[in-house]
């Protein structure tokens, strides 16, 4: 009997020591969950905050910053040069003509001035010379 005694004291007291284990594992692993949680909010946005003025000198340092600045105001510049191209082959789709197409034709049309013209304006020029006394009478 005492045989037996013995054997159930130490199935548990070996019982009582696993308990006692998996009750510590639990505690251990409950606590590190807790202070991973509150770490987490702690330290990630710290960390999110290094890391973008980090990604910011870097690219401000390799250039990228820049690139993407004119790669922006390219592809608007296109965009208008595109939408402008467009809106002028419609108008020549549909026979309008631009207002510095019409004044080019008027300059074209006042360009062009007769003999007659030119003799009598040298003439009236000659006549203004004379009477300011500019040029010497010629008879």
Request: glycine share 6%.
């Amino acid at each position: 009997m005492e045989q037996n005694v013995f054997k159930k004291s130490g199935k548990y007291s070996l019982a009582t020591f696993e308990y006692m284990g998996l009750v510590s594992f639990s505690f251990f692993k409950r606590s590190g969950i807790a202070v991973a949680k509150g770490s987490k909010m702690t330290f990630v946005p710290a960390y999110q905050a290094v890391l973008k003025s980090c990604r910011y000198f870097k690219d401000k340092v390799t250039g990228r910053e820049l690139k993407k600045s004119y790669y922006e105001k390219f592809k608007f510049l296109e965009e208008k040069i595109s939408f402008l191209e467009n809106k002028v082959a419609f108008f020549e789709k549909h026979g309008i003509k631009l207002k510095s197409d019409l004044s080019t034709d008027k300059q074209k049309q006042k360009k062009e001035v007769s003999a007659d013209k030119k003799q009598f304006l040298q003439a009236i020029l000659n006549d203004n010379k004379f009477v300011m006394g500019l040029q010497a009478a010629t008879a």
